[in-house]
């Protein structure tokens, strides 16, 4: 039973990693918009858009299909 818990994760984490990589595309996209152009800005937004996109977009249907799962299971 304990190989089962590596796959639970709490709701609260699920949002704040979802607003945080929305967040971190939002900086970026501000970046863009006041035109601040370094290497190093350009390196970290290399490294991190697909990865917050990605975040962005599965932990919230993560977080629906956990919320849809308890309820069938609560009604039971």
């Given at each position: 039973?304990?190989?089962?818990?590596?796959?639970?994760?709490?709701?609260?984490y699920l949002i704040i990693i979802s607003l945080g990589s929305w967040a971190n595309i939002g900086f970026f996209y501000l970046l863009h918009l006041n035109e601040i152009y370094t290497t190093l800005i350009?390196?970290?937004?290399?490294?991190?858009?697909?990865?917050?996109?990605?975040?962005?977009?599965?932990?919230?249907?993560?977080?629906?299909i956990k919320i849809i799962f308890?309820?069938?299971e609560s009604n039971k």
């Open positions: 039973m304990t190989h089962y818990y590596y796959c639970i994760m709490k709701n609260k350009g390196v970290f937004k290399e490294l991190t858009m697909i990865p917050s996109f990605l975040c962005g977009i599965i932990f919230p249907v993560w977080l629906l308890n309820k069938k």
